[in-house]
């Protein structure tokens, strides 16, 4: 098992330059200049990071691909299962010929939850609709699966539920979560992708008993017509979606998520569009985790300049990075590296950037 805190920062060396430094991954054993300039050869070394995380778990290593399986679009994986077998996120089984839903509709979900004072943390809390409340909370619901397989994650436990199944709860039991006190749902996980149909049957529920605020934090892999009955329920009740940009180059984005990017920026395009009809609370945010030696300005640099193309106005939270998961060796987001990155933001043209986790922060 990963360890739960953070150890000191310890160098390791790449096997293709050789570089040793603490900004090369321990276990992903490639630095970021070799997966950007050399991604045939450095990739295969990610993934096998990705691979060993998910044995830890015993959760499936990489989507089926059965050629006569039964397919599943609820994600970009699009996994196709032959009998017996179950889908990456782990929550969807082939059982002779039938696909059977073994968590994420709306009779369970594997989730947890708990009431969360407002204002929180949340990525978004400074441009929340909620940002002024107080004697309220969030409904903070944190799903037991993921799209991604992020070797940094912070919420790493997630896989323990995953491969649990457990624990169940169905969408109206969440739904009844959402009591007087409740201002706003916000779904997180691991991520709500592999679950929408659960977290939409909740919402549905919730909305009509106490007309509560809807919000999303997503890695945004969801099928373009799940994403637009997420973007009409925050529309509606003035929520959020936040976006988690981990990455703009993709072979960078499969070295540390072990997936592609291209889902993600077709889907926050998508929601870019219609961030106009409501510009207060926005309904689009984006946020990225300053992984050291991986997530630099550059990075941020072209990600920034991609959002502000579609919408400058759209806020955008560089988050402070703890190093954590099968990245453990790696140091915090130093200073110098969060204000190059805030300046690398703030010059492709973005309006509204800040930066989150800042108690993490290291020298320089």
């Given at each position: 098992m990963p360890d739960v805190l953070p150890v000191m920062p310890t160098s390791a060396r790449c096997r293709l330059c050789g570089v040793e430094s603490v900004l090369v991954?321990?276990?992903?054993?490639?630095?970021?200049?070799?997966?950007?300039?050399?991604?045939?050869r450095a990739l295969p070394l990610a993934q096998a990071a990705?691979?060993?995380?998910?044995?830890?778990?015993?959760?499936?290593?990489?989507?089926?691909?059965?050629?006569?399986?039964?397919?599943?679009?609820?994600c970009a994986r699009e996994c196709r299962m032959a009998p017996g077998h179950r889908g990456y996120c782990n929550l969807r089984e082939n059982r002779g010929g039938r696909m059977a839903v073994l968590a994420g509709g709306p009779q369970a979900g594997i989730l947890h939850w708990y009431y969360d004072p407002l204002p929180t943390n949340c990525v978004a809390m400074e441009v929340c609709g909620e940002r002024a409340t107080r004697g309220s909370d969030n409904l903070a619901v944190f799903y037991g699966a993921c799209t991604f397989n992020?070797?940094?994650?912070?919420?790493?436990?997630?896989?323990?539920?995953?491969?649990?199944?457990?624990?169940?709860?169905?969408?109206?039991?969440?739904?009844?979560?959402?009591?007087?006190?409740?201002?706003?749902?916000?779904?997180?996980?691991?991520?709500?992708?592999?679950?929408?149909?659960?977290?939409?049957?909740?919402?549905?529920?919730a909305r009509a008993r106490r007309g509560v605020r809807i919000c999303w934090e997503t890695n945004g892999t969801m099928h373009p017509a799940f994403l637009r009955r997420v973007l009409e329920l925050?529309?509606?009740?003035?929520?959020?979606?936040?976006?988690?940009?981990?990455?703009?180059?993709?072979?960078?984005?499969?070295?540390?998520?072990?997936?592609?990017?291209?889902?993600?920026?077709?889907?926050?395009?998508?929601?870019?569009?219609?961030?106009?009809?409501?510009?207060d609370p926005p309904l689009v945010a984006a946020s990225t985790p300053l992984v050291p030696?991986?997530?630099?300005?550059?990075?941020?640099?072209?990600?920034?300049?991609?959002?502000?193309?579609l919408?400058?106005?759209i806020p955008y939270r560089l988050l402070a990075f703890c190093p954590n998961f099968l990245m453990e060796n790696l140091p915090t987001t130093s200073r110098a590296q969060a204000e190059r990155c805030l300046t690398a933001a703030r010059g492709a043209g973005l309006r509204r950037v800040g930066l989150g986790n800042v108690g993490l922060i290291g020298g320089s």
């Open positions: 991954a321990r276990q992903m054993r490639v630095c970021a200049a070799c997966v950007r300039a050399d991604p045939d990705h691979h060993r995380a998910r044995r830890l778990f015993r959760l499936p290593e990489e989507p089926p691909r059965s050629a006569s399986g039964i397919p599943c679009t609820l992020c070797l940094f994650c912070q919420n790493w436990h997630y896989m323990q539920q995953a491969a649990r199944l457990d624990p169940k709860v169905s969408a109206a039991a969440l739904a009844d979560a959402a009591t007087g006190r409740v201002a706003c749902i916000c779904y997180f996980g691991g991520d709500p992708t592999p679950q929408l149909p659960h977290a939409l049957a909740a919402s549905r529920l925050s529309l509606e009740s003035g929520g959020t979606i936040k976006f988690d940009l981990k990455a703009a180059s993709e072979p960078i984005h499969i070295a540390l998520t072990g997936f592609s990017n291209r889902r993600t920026f077709e889907n926050f395009a998508a929601a870019a569009r219609r961030a106009r009809e409501r510009p030696g991986y997530v630099d300005e550059e990075e941020v640099a072209a990600l920034a300049a991609m959002i502000a193309a919408d400058p106005e």
